[in-house]
Each structure stands twice: as C-alpha cells, then as structure tokens.
C-alpha cells in the first residue's frame, strides 16, 4: 500500500476513535465494513486472503509475546 493510502486510513481511523466510541468496537466496525467494501470492490477470496494474511500475521506476533 502506498503511504498516501496508508496515511488516509490512520486518518479514517483516527477520525472514528476520535468521536469517543469504545475504542476496540469502533476497530472492528472499521475493519468490518472496510472488509466488506473490498469483497464488493474486487472478491470475496481477494477479502479473504487479506483477511488470513492479516490473521497469520497476528498469530505469529502473538506467539512471539508468549515465548517472551
């Protein structure tokens, strides 16, 4: 992703935690509809690879906090 695409979606996202909503739900809605928006914008296996991609990652940063 590009740094201009980058800064937009910290902006979007800043912008929603910023209005006092409950800061992990508000995350997830984000991450949902945006999910959702890219599934209509290319595929449901496109959204779903980024999806297990991102989930992949989670799980490998996670498992390195443990061994910590």
Known sequence: MSDALDDLA??????????????????????????????????????CRLHAELARRHAERAARCWRS
């Open 10 to 47: 910290e902006r979007a996202v800043a912008d929603a935690l910023g209005q006092g909503h409950r800061a992990p739900a508000a995350c997830a809605a984000l991450v949902r509809i945006a999910s959702q928006a890219l599934a209509r914008l290319t595929s449901h296996d496109q959204a």
